[in-house]
């Protein structure tokens, strides 16, 4: 069922109805789309914040962590009074209080391939901000599967990275990308190797963005690219992507 703005709605997202590429027809497709957040950290926190504010009308979030005293200096949805608390229930909370015009939906768990391909058949999108490479490879397979838009974003120390997956439009996926037999032993955890907070920040709106940009159709598109970010040097670097003809996961796509 088609759900159209309300007079509050219309208020609350004035600023976006005033632009052409959005306006209420744009506006209104935000309200009936939904998207799938995986991990409520350092990029899920901004990408779950700006999602809500910018009235997507279904969000689900999966975590299956508590919130930590060492995440607040990234994961910005969380707040001292949430230690403790399930990181799912922490951000719904938040983001309630941001946006009460929205429907919530969480998830404590970890995805397998099981479980993600059931939660990822439910939502129009999905952005996969989540700190491991098992949950990762589910979240690209299930996407493909079910021919799904994957905005896709990791970040380490002072850098991040963001690609949009669609294997269909060409690209590959993010198995192309990152091969499963390659990508378990060449990356250590921001536990590990630590993280600029702010980066967190950057990479995860930008993720947002891009999110936005495909529920609404507007803008060039973030498929068959990889961008890269180097906050020391404030550098960022675009470069193609090709899908592997061999990949188990998608057959090379169509690109």
């Known amino acids: 069922m088609k759900l159209d703005l309300s007079e509050n709605e219309i208020q609350r997202y004035s600023r976006h109805i005033l632009l052409p590429e959005v306006g209420g027809t744009g506006q209104v497709a935000l309200k009936n789309a939904s998207v799938l957040v995986v991990g409520a950290g350092g990029l899920g926190a901004p990408v779950a914040l700006y999602l809500a504010a910018a009235g997507v009308g279904r969000i689900g979030l999966v975590d299956d962590d508590v919130v930590d005293l060492s995440n607040l200096q990234r994961q910005v949805v969380h707040t001292t009074h949430s230690i403790g ?9 938040q983001l309630a209080a941001l946006n009460p015009e929205i429907t919530l939906e969480t998830w404590d768990m970890r995805l397998d391939g099981p479980t993600a391909q059931e939660l990822v058949a439910r939502y129009d999108l999905v952005c996969d901000g989540c700190d491991n490479f098992a949950t990762r490879y589910a979240v690209n397979a299930a996407c493909v599967r079910a021919g799904k838009v994957l905005v896709s974003a990791a970040v380490q120390r002072f850098e991040g990275q963001l690609a949009t997956f669609s294997p269909e439009r060409g690209g590959g996926c993010y ?4 091969p499963a037999t390659d990508g378990e032993t060449t990356s250590l955890s921001c536990g590990e190797a630590g993280v600029f ?5 950057v990479m995860g709106t930008l993720q947002a963005t891009q999110a936005l940009k495909e529920l609404l159709g507007i803008g060039q598109s973030g498929v068959g690219q ?3 970010w180097d906050a020391l040097r404030m550098k960022f670097t675009t470069m193609a992507l090709s899908a592997d003809p061999a990949c188990p996961v998608c057959g090379g796509g169509h690109g």
């Open 175 to 178: 198995n192309c990308l990152y």
């Open 85 to 93: 608390q399930k990181k799912v229930e922490s951000a719904r909370h």
């Open 197 to 201: 907070g702010a980066v967190t920040g």
């Open 226 to 228: 990889l961008l890269m």
